[in-house]
T-cell receptor
Framework: DAKTTQPPSMDCAEGRAANLPCNHS???????VYWYRQIHSQGPQYIIH???NNETNEMASLIITEDRKSSTLILPHATLRDTAVYYC????????????????FGKGTKLSVKP | GAVVSQHPSRVICKSGTSVKIECRSL??????MFWYRQFPKQSLMLMAT?????????EQGVEKDKFLINHASLTLSTLTVTSAHPEDSSFYIC??????????????FGQGTRLTVV
């Protein structure tokens, strides 16, 4: 799986949009971009994933550049409860019935939402 | 989303004893579960992949005789830390892949188990 690069930390004011960047310049055509977050002392929580089109759900938006070498996770109105470590992961599509699917976590971005 | 439950959430044990951690998928069948370990201020490290009805696949450097994994059903995988030592103290997290859908690539995580060996 391709490697990702994220800034180690970011601050965001409560109520403002949090834009978390991720570089994945070696991504291949069959790799998805996934975002997870981990609030302190909890298991990771799935946020969103995409292949090449921008995606939006109730939690966030994912913007993937046209060349797919980078992406941005957007939390439109950050709250204090969004303070967490955010992980950007690229992964191949799992084969049917295979045991692939484990996620390889980097160091992520520690997002601190401040009042 | 799908729910994965881990038990216990926190355990303290004496050095030399064994500890069993359970990982259950509550509302879906998980043919594959993954076990991770996370030391303080570090990222998650994959320990092993657990497949229902077959032997687990361990990552390099993880002792299979020390970390026993059993995936006896489609909703339950267990990790037993045998003869635990203080250096095994860590945050253990499981995740489960939902079903056999080729295009369903989300992984769902348990809440983690904080193991402290004294």
């Amino acid at each position: 799986d391709a490697k990702t690069t994220q800034p180690p930390s970011m601050d965001c004011a409560e109520g403002r949009a949090a834009n978390l960047p991720c570089n994945h310049s070696t991504i291949s055509g069959n790799e998805y971009v996934y975002w997870y977050r981990q609030i302190h002392s909890q298991g990771p929580q799935y946020i969103i994933h995409g292949l090449k089109n921008n995606e939006t759900n109730e939690m966030a938006s994912l913007i993937i550049t046209e060349d797919r070498k980078s992406s941005t996770l957007i939390l439109p109105h950050a709250t204090l409860r969004d303070t967490a470590v955010y992980y950007c992961i690229v992964r191949v599509v799992m084969n049917y019935g295979g045991s692939q699917g484990n996620l390889i976590f980097g160091k992520g971005t520690k997002l601190s939402v401040k009042p | 989303g799908a729910v994965v439950s881990q038990h216990p959430s926190r355990v303290i044990c004496k050095s030399g004893t064994s500890v069993k951690i359970e990982c259950r998928s509550l509302d879906f069948q998980a043919t594959t579960m993954f076990w991770y370990r996370q030391f303080p201020k570090q990222s998650l490290m994959l320990m092993a992949t657990s497949n229902e009805g077959s032997k687990a696949t361990y990552e390099q450097g993880v002792e299979k005789d020390k970390f026993l994994i059993n995936h006896a059903s489609l909703t339950l995988s267990t990790l037993t830390v045998t003869s635990a030592h203080p250096e095994d103290s860590s945050f253990y997290i499981c995740s489960a892949r939902k079903g056999m859908d080729r295009w369903n690539t989300e992984a769902f995580f348990g809440q983690g188990t904080r193991l402290t060996v004294v």
